[in-house]
T-cell receptor, first 112, second 112 residues
């Protein structure tokens, strides 16, 4: 069993839809939770960063962490074709720097 | 990808040949990482460096070595490439041990 599980999709939605992306994890010691966005043939780029539990909002994006359920989510409101990309969840232990554990990534396509 | 240059961007090689991938950064970041990305596995850490001549192994280090003789350069070497090392390799950096990574554009390696 992988430490971090993410549904690979692909996920296809119409423009304007609300998108929900999720990851589950098994290690309750994870403290830092991230979402990266990766366009085709590019490197991942940080989208959202959360420490411990709670919600964080940035424009159309909301990240949620539920440590009791070992479950994190990324919501995209009013999705746009430019949101079409692969979304990777990542997490790390305390004081581990850039030693991240990634999910498999979910491929999202937003159709005009 | 600003500040991180990976070379070569694409390489096709034969089984048993040595391969070196280069990561060059202009951010003066102390920490550098090599990840590989494969379908179904997300990104997995190969090796990382926390300073010049200071390196350590990651999750999937077998068959790989690294060197860092200057702050700006981090080399990943496959001494004798195998088909299982066909992958996309990403270099990443972070300053001061933070866990927010900046990734390069990737090097796509095919081992025939």
């Amino acid at each position: 069993q992988k430490e971090v599980e993410q549904d690979p999709g692909p996920l296809s939605v119409p423009e304007g839809a609300i998108v929900s992306l999720n990851c589950t994890y098994s290690n309750s010691a994870f403290q830092y939770f991230m979402w990266y966005r990766q366009y085709s043939r590019k490197g991942p780029e940080l989208l959202m960063y959360t420490y411990s539990s709670g919600n964080k909002e940035d424009g159309r994006f909301t990240a949620q962490v539920d440590k009791s359920s070992k479950y994190i989510s990324l919501f995209i409101r009013d999705s746009q074709p430019s949101d079409s990309a692969t979304y990777l969840c990542a997490m790390s232990l305390y004081n581990q720097g850039g030693k991240l554990i990634f999910g498999q990534g979910t491929e999202l396509s937003v159709k005009p | 990808d600003a500040g991180i240059t990976q070379s070569p961007r694409h390489k096709v090689t034969e089984t048993g040949t040595p391969v070196t991938l280069r990561c060059h950064q202009t951010e003066n970041h102390r920490y550098m990482y090599w990840y590989r990305q494969d379908p179904g596995h997300g990104l997995r850490l190969i090796h990382y460096s926390y300073g010049v001549k200071d390196t350590d192994k990651g999750e999937v280090s077998d068959g790989y070595s690294v060197s860092r003789s200057k702050t700006e350069d981090f080399l990943l070497t496959l001494e004798s490439a195998t088909s299982s090392q066909t992958s996309v390799y990403f270099c990443a950096t972070t300053g001061s041990g933070a866990n927010v990574l900046t990734f390069g554009a990737g090097s796509r390696l095919t081992v025939l």
